[in-house]
């Protein structure tokens, strides 16, 4: 099996910055590509960002293109979302997902939510 687990968030003054990290265990080599979501209070979860399993290929939803930046390590087994500019509302719950291998980099499947393995998920919580 496969365990995501995410780290860094927490509370930023608007305009700030955070860096979430998702660290991936157990079966690793299962891993495929990843990405990250979120869910603010009262709303549903939805999709930010992905990249692919090596790194050379992402995506955004058109919201967080230019704010925030997904990347990896692979050596390390951890996904990263570098996010900037941070306002209010980017106060939520965020997720990492990921797929094996096999599936590919879809950008449906992480557009719907269809992922194979979910982190637990980290607080941001961002004061105006």
């Known amino acids: 099996q496969v365990q995501l687990v995410e780290s860094g968030g927490g509370s930023v003054q608007a305009g700030g910055s955070l860096r979430l990290s998702c660290a991936a265990s157990?079966?690793?080599?299962?891993?495929?590509?990843m990405g990250w979501f979120r869910q603010a209070p009262g709303k549903e979860r939805i999709f930010v960002a992905a990249?692919?399993?090596?790194?050379?290929?992402?995506f955004y939803a058109d919201s967080f293109r230019g704010r925030f930046t997904i990347s990896r390590d692979n050596a390390k087994n951890t996904v990263y979302l570098q996010m900037n500019s941070l306002k209010a509302e980017d106060t939520a719950v965020y997720y990492c997902?990921?797929?094996?291998?096999?599936?590919?980099?879809?950008?449906?499947?992480?557009?719907?939510?269809?992922?194979?393995?979910w982190g637990q998920g980290t607080q941001v919580t961002v004061s105006s």
């Open positions: 990249v692919s399993w090596n790194g050379v290929i992402t």
């Open positions: 157990g079966r690793t080599l299962s891993i495929g590509a």
């Open positions: 997902a990921a797929d094996p291998p096999l599936k590919g980099f879809s950008r449906s499947r992480f557009q719907t939510q269809q992922n194979d393995y």
